[in-house]
Structure formats: structure tokens, C-alpha cells
């Protein structure tokens, strides 16, 4: 299957071509996992992100299987057909892993007392200093990490080129 057809393909066609393209990413996830056990650690990378990049497509296609059509999107393409774009969409997943794991970590700490949230909510919403202040304090230190993620991300194609090409030996370019 051409990846400039996957616009044309059904709920159905959606569905299996995921459970392709995940069988695809365990696959790279595995050489990779090899590479890396021998030593060729950026083989080992590029393979992780490729992997990753195909489970972000298995999961479009995923979501369109049940009835959405984002591969049909105008410039959809250019996310199956290019890296860059799917760069973003990890990026974004990975962002949204971070604040769920945050909520998570919050309910963990209120032992999951789900009747406290409004209560939270309306103190936020009338100036409690004490949310206020935490909420400031979140802010700052997820705009910090979001910082250092994009920096991350944004030289993700480079190291997924570079890998191919050139090894690490104490974190230092061969």
C-alpha cells in the first residue's frame, strides 16, 4: 500500500492498516532494541524514532477507523508522507501524556476524592491565593519543560537522519 492512499481508504481499510503499521513499529522497536545490545547506538535511535512515527500514524488511522477522517484533512498527506509533521503530533502526544500524568499524580494525592475538583475549580476561579500559587508554580515549571521539549522535538529529524550514518561512544558523535 502507497502511503498516498491511505485518504482513500475505508473505516475498515483504516483499521487494518493500523494493525499493520503497529506490526511494523513493534518490528523497528525490536531492531532497535538489537542495535542497541550490539552497540550500534545510532542505528538504535533512528530505529526508536521511526518506530515512533509509525505507531503515530497507526494512531490516526486508528482514530479514522472509528469514524473520523483526519487522513482526508487538506495537507493530511504531508503527515504520511513526511516526518516533520508527525514530529509535531508526537510532540503533542507526548505533551498531553505529561499534564494526564500530572492530573493522575493530583487525584493520587487527594485520594482520588473526585467530589474535591469543583471545590478546586471554584477556589481557582475566585482568586484563592493558595491555587493561585500553585497553579503559577505549575505554569512556570511545565512552560520550562515545554521549553526543553521543543528543543528536543525540533532536532528529532536530524538525529533520526544522523543515526543512520554516524554512532555514539560516550555521548559523543562518531
Keep these: 500500500m502507497k502511503e498516498n492512499k491511505y485518504s482513500e481508504l475505508t473505516k475498515e481499510g483504516c483499521f487494518d492498516a493500523y494493525k499493520n503499521l503497529v506490526s511494523h513499529a513493534e518490528v523497528k522497536w525490536q531492531d532497535a532494541v538489537m542495535l542497541a545490545e550490539r552497540g550500534s547506538y545510532g542505528s538504535a535511535i533512528s530505529y526508536h524514532i521511526i518506530s515512533i512515527e509509525e505507531m503515530t500514524k497507526a494512531l490516526v488511522l486508528l482514530i479514522d477507523s472509528m469514524g473520523f477522517d483526519f ?21 503533542g502526544i507526548y505533551v498531553i501524556s505529561i ?20 471545590n478546586h475549580i471554584r477556589r481557582f476561579i475566585n482568586g484563592d ?23 528536543d522535538f525540533s532536532g528529532l529529524d536530524a538525529l533520526r537522519q544522523s ?10 558523535q562518531m
Design 129 to 151: 491565593e493558595e491555587v493561585q500559587v500553585f497553579m503559577e508554580n505549575y505554569y512556570y515549571e511545565k512552560a520550562e519543560q515545554l521549553k526543553s521539549i521543543l528543543k
Design 163 to 172: 543515526g543512520m550514518y554516524v554512532d555514539y561512544v560516550e555521548g559523543i
Design 99 to 118: 499534564i494526564g500524568n500530572d492530573i493522575l499524580e493530583l487525584l493520587k494525592r487527594h485520594k482520588y476524592n473526585l467530589a474535591e475538583i469543583p
Design 71 to 91: 487522513r482526508k484533512t487538506k495537507g493530511m498527506n504531508k503527515f504520511f508522507q513526511g516526518h516533520q509533521s508527525r514530529y509535531v503530533v508526537m510532540m
